[in-house]
């Protein structure tokens, strides 16, 4: 029955899948900064709000992950409500191209990029960012950029602080390895493979997340459901 389905994440993610099969419009997409052709899903809000929505909720999955994992339980109550919803695959995964996962660092340029794309398409029209665990991380990382007007919120659901803390938190956790050898090597094999530093040069990580003079709602869930990233990581942004 319908309450079975809820309550079962696996019948949960079935349900929502045959919904996005049938109320999503055709995949569209950008072209990254770096060159990579990404893609992204509009769900339209119901009824008289079709057309005009009144709002999007842009939904950025988490680590190797895809919307219809990490955003079941919501989906269709925002539609419902006259609100459109706007799924982006991140890079490297999905109908996204791409090689590396960044953990946010080259992955808040799309984020930014998709912002600009929803601005010219809907012109007017209040965005909320919505991310989970990494898609978490990375609204907040895009925080710092050149948001466009549109952007109104931000919503984090079991983000990290950066893309080193949670390597390290990783490393202790799951192997009970200290960061020194194995991090630091991996960093700058990171850097050969994928062109980018794990720990921005010149720039603390706490302060990714004050750059900017924007003064955005921040709405910060430390849930306890996802594996990795729980409340101590996020007890450190301020």
Same mark, same amino acid.
């Not at 997409?29 to 009144?54: F, M």
């Not at 219809?68 to 191209?97: K, T, W």
């Given at each position: 029955? !319908?309450?079975?389905?809820?309550?079962?994440?696996?019948?949960?993610?079935?349900?929502?899948?045959?919904?996005?099969?049938?109320? $999503?419009?055709?995949?569209?997409?950008?072209?990254?900064?770096?060159?990579? @052709?990404?893609?992204?899903? *509009?769900?339209?809000?119901?009824?008289?709000?079709?057309?005009?929505? @009144?709002?999007? *909720?842009?939904?950025?999955?988490?680590?190797? #992950?895809?919307?219809?994992?990490?955003?079941?339980?919501?989906?269709?109550?925002?539609?419902?409500?006259?609100? &459109?919803? !706007?799924?982006?695959?991140?890079? $490297?995964?999905?109908?996204?191209? &791409?090689?590396?996962?960044?953990?946010?660092?080259?992955?808040?340029?799309?984020?930014?990029?998709?912002?600009?794309?929803?601005?010219?398409?809907?012109?007017?029209?209040?965005?909320?960012?919505?991310?989970?665990?990494?898609?978490?991380?990375?609204?907040?990382?895009?925080?710092?950029?050149?948001?466009?007007?549109?952007?109104?919120?931000?919503?984090?659901?079991?983000?990290?602080?950066?893309?080193?803390?949670?390597?390290?938190?990783?490393?202790?956790?799951?192997?009970?390895?200290?960061? !020194?050898?194995?991090?630091? $090597?991996?960093?700058?094999?990171?850097?050969?493979?994928?062109?980018?530093?794990?720990?921005?040069?010149?720039? #603390?990580?706490?302060?990714?997340?004050?750059? &900017?003079?924007?003064?955005?709602?921040?709405?910060?869930?430390?849930?306890?459901?996802?594996?990795?990233?729980?409340?101590?990581?996020?007890?450190?942004?301020?």
């Amino acid at each position: 029955d !319908f309450l079975g389905i809820v309550l079962n994440p696996a019948g949960l993610r079935i349900m929502l899948g045959e919904f996005l099969l049938t109320h $999503a419009e055709p995949p569209v997409y950008i072209t990254s900064r770096d060159g990579l @052709k990404l893609q992204g899903h *509009y769900i339209p809000a119901e009824g008289e709000y079709k057309d005009n929505p @009144k709002g999007i *909720y842009l939904q950025v999955h988490g680590y190797r #992950s895809h919307p219809l994992c990490d955003f079941p339980g919501c989906v269709m109550d925002m539609h419902n409500d006259g609100y &459109g919803l !706007f799924q982006i695959d991140n890079r $490297a995964l999905g109908g996204s191209e &791409g090689t590396y996962i960044t953990f946010g660092i080259l992955e808040r340029y799309d984020t930014v990029d998709w912002c600009r794309y929803l601005e010219k398409r809907f012109p007017g029209v209040p965005v909320l960012l919505d991310g989970v665990s990494m898609g978490g991380a990375t609204v907040m990382l895009a925080a710092g950029e050149d948001l466009p007007d549109n952007i109104r919120g931000i919503i984090a659901d079991c983000g990290y602080t950066s893309p080193a803390a949670i390597c390290k938190k990783v490393l202790k956790q799951w192997f009970r390895l200290p960061p !020194f050898p194995i991090y630091y $090597a991996a960093v700058l094999w990171i850097r050969i493979l994928a062109g980018v530093w794990f720990t921005l040069p010149g720039k #603390s990580d706490r302060n990714r997340y004050r750059t &900017g003079d924007a003064t955005l709602a921040l709405a910060v869930w430390p849930g306890t459901c996802s594996v990795i990233s729980r409340r101590p990581l996020f007890g450190q942004i301020g």
